[in-house]
C-alpha cells in the first residue's frame, strides 16, 4: 500500500523507521516480559487457590483439585489466569518446527479449559446437594457463549496463519506442518462442540487440559536437547545448568503424568483407594513445573529474547538500520 499525496510505501511492507538496535532491544524486553507473566500468572492461580483452601467455606476447602475451584470465589482468577496464560503462549515464537507449533496449540487449548469448567462429580468437584453431577445447567449458557467466541477467534487466527504461510515461500516444512495441525485441533473442536455438545461439555475440560501439559512436557524436552547445542563454544557452565533445569522439568511432568494415569486406572478399575485430592496435588506439580521451565527460559533468553532457530530469515529493507 502506498500513501496517494506522496507515493511513498505504507502499511505491512513499509520499510521500519525505527532503527535496528531499537526493535531488537524491544523485541528482547517484549519477551522476557511474556515469560515473566506466565510465571505471575501461575502464581495469582495457585495463590486464589490456596486462599480459599486456606480461608473459604468449609465446603471449599477440601475440593479435590484445581478445575473445582471454578465453582468457588476463585472462578474469576481462574479463568482470567487460563485465558491470559493462553495467550501468552500463543504469542511466543518457539523453534520453528515441533516447539511453536505445540506452544500455538497449548495457547488454543488453556482458554477451553478455563470456559469449559470439570463437571461436577468429575475431577475432584463434588455432586451438587440435589444430586446433579454434570456441569450445572445455570453454566451451560456462558458455556456456550464463550466457546463460540473461542471459535471465532481461533478461526480468525488460523484464517491469518494461512495468508502470512503462502505469502512468505521460506516458510520450514515444519512450520506448514504444525500449522496442519493446529487448524485440525481446531476443527475436531468445532465438530466435537457443534455435534456432540452434551459429551462436550463433559470432557473438553479434560481433553484440553491433558494435552496442554503434555505439549509443555514435550517443549521443556526440546529445550532440554537444544540447551547446550545453543551455548557451545561458550564459556561457563549455564549450557550445563539450563539442560539440566529443562531435563529435570520434564522428568518431573513426564513422571508426575505417569503417576496420574496410574491413579486414573486405580480409580476406575480397581475400586478406587486413592487419596482424595490426589488430582489437585497432580495439578499443583505440573502448574509448579510449567513455572520453574519459564522462569528458566527467561534467564537463559535474558539477553537474546529467543532461540536462533525460532527466527526467520528475511531481507532487511534500505534505511531499515
Known amino acids: 500500500m502506498t ?33 515473566l507473566s506466565l510465571v505471575g500468572l501461575v502464581l495469582l492461580l495457585l495463590g486464589s487457590v490456596f486462599l480459599e483452601r486456606s480461608t473459604g467455606i468449609a465446603a471449599n476447602q477440601r475440593l479435590g483439585s484445581i478445575s473445582a475451584y ?12 487460563l485465558v491470559a496464560i493462553g495467550i501468552s503462549l500463543a504469542a511466543i515464537v518457539g523453534r520453528r518446527g515441533f516447539e511453536d507449533s505445540a506452544l500455538n496449540i497449548a495457547g488454543m487449548l488453556a482458554p477451553v479449559v478455563a470456559f469449559v469448567p470439570t463437571p461436577r462429580g468429575a475431577g475432584g468437584a463434588p455432586c451438587d446437594p440435589d444430586g446433579r453431577c454434570s456441569v450445572p445447567p445455570e453454566f451451560v449458557p456462558s458455556v456456550v457463549n464463550n466457546v463460540w467466541g473461542l471459535l471465532g477467534l481461533g478461526l480468525a487466527g488460523i484464517l491469518l496463519g494461512a495468508v502470512t504461510i503462502i505469502r512468505r515461500p521460506e516458510t520450514s516444512r515444519g512450520t506448514r506442518i504444525g500449522f496442519v495441525v493446529v487448524a485440525a485441533t481446531w ?17 473438553a475440560h479434560f481433553g484440553a487440559a491433558v494435552p496442554l501439559f503434555g505439549l509443555m512436557t514435550g517443549v521443556a524436552y526440546v529445550n532440554a536437547r537444544r540447551a547446550s547445542d545453543r551455548r557451545a563454544g561458550v564459556a561457563g557452565r549455564a549450557a550445563t545448568s539450563y539442560a539440566t533445569i529443562y531435563g529435570i522439568v520434564a522428568g518431573v511432568m513426564a513422571a ?20 482424595d485430592e490426589w488430582v489437585l496435588w497432580v495439578e499443583v506439580v505440573l502448574l509448579v513445573s510449567f513455572a520453574t521451565f519459564w522462569v528458566a527460559q527467561t534467564f537463559d533468553y535474558w539477553a537474546d529474547g529467543l532461540p536462533e532457530e525460532a527466527a526467520t530469515a528475511h531481507p532487511v529493507p534500505n534505511g531499515a538500520r
Not at 511513498?8 to 532491544?25: D, F, K, W, Y
Not at 476443527?187 to 470432557?203: D, N
Open 3 to 35: 500513501d496517494l499525496a506522496q507515493g511513498t510505501p505504507t502499511g505491512p511492507t513499509a520499510a521500519p523507521i525505527t532503527p535496528q538496535r531499537v526493535r531488537a532491544s524491544a523485541a528482547v524486553r517484549t519477551y522476557r516480559y511474556l515469560r
Open 256 to 275: 508426575t503424568f505417569a503417576v496420574a494415569i496410574v491413579l486414573v486406572v486405580m480409580d476406575q478399575f480397581f475400586g478406587g483407594g486413592t487419596p
Open 70 to 81: 471454578y465453582y468457588t470465589p476463585s472462578r474469576s482468577v481462574f479463568v482470567g489466569a
Open 187 to 203: 476443527v475436531a473442536f468445532a465438530l466435537w462442540f457443534r455435534f456432540g455438545r452434551e459429551s462436550f461439555l463433559g470432557g
